[in-house]
Every structure is written in C-alpha cells, then in structure tokens.
C-alpha cells in the first residue's frame, strides 16, 4: 500500500514561494499519475495540478495557471508543486495523491492520499 508523504509547507508573505514534495519511501511512484490539491477551512477540497507517469500530460487549475508549476523526478520518487506568487487565497492544507488516472482533478478517481501539509500566506 502507498504511504505518500508532503512536505514543504510553511507560513509565507504574498508574493513568495515555496516547493511543495511529494514522496513514498517504500514504493515507486513510476507508474501513477499524480495529483495535487488543497483544502482551505470552510471550503471543498479543490484540484490544483496533476502530472501524468510519463511527464507528458499535465493540468492545472485556472486558479493556479502562471503561477505554479508540477514536475516529477522519477529518480527521486518525488513530485513537486512549485507555487510562486503566493496569494493569500492559496492558503489551505495541501494533498497529494495517486491515480492511474491522466489528466484529471476529480478527487474521486485517485486512490490513495497524503496526509498533508500546511501553507498559510500571510503577512
């Protein structure tokens, strides 16, 4: 069973960065597409990115689009979200989470699921 596990997570002002990991320390992440949401207090869970196994398919939500960007280093069984230009908006908890599924946000099609990492954008 997958275990993936985020880290990156921080309190930042508007308009700075962070890099958000994802990783499985027993299992290769080779084969599944991997997505990336977020959930802010009071609000659904939203999709923010997704990238195929094969780097060649990736998504982003129209909230995200400019400012972050998703990219995987199989060699590192990890996936990062690089999130520039932060916006107080982009507060919430973020999740990663593995489907066999391309290019797609529905959260129900993915099967196993991190247990999150907090980024709060504040001044």
Not at 48 to 54: A, E, F, L, Q, R
Not at 59 to 64: F, G, I, M, P
Not at 86 to 111: G, N, Q, R, S
Request: include cysteine; aromatic fraction near 8%.
């Amino acid at each position: 069973q997958l275990q993936l596990v985020e880290s990156g997570g921080g309190l930042v002002q508007p308009g700075g960065s962070l890099r958000l990991s994802c990783t499985d320390s027993g299992k290769t992440l080779d084969h599944y597409a991997i997505g990336w949401f977020r959930q802010a207090p009071g609000k659904e869970r939203e999709g923010v990115s997704c990238i195929s196994n094969t780097h060649t398919s990736i998504k982003y939500a129209d909230s995200v689009k400019g400012r972050f960007t998703i990219s995987r280093d199989n060699t590192k069984n990890t996936i990062y979200l690089q999130m520039n230009n932060l916006k107080p908006e982009d507060t919430a908890v973020y999740y990663c989470a593995v489907t066999i599924i391309p290019d797609t946000l529905e959260a129900e099609l993915y099967d196993y699921w991190g247990q999150g990492t907090q980024v709060i954008v504040s001044s």
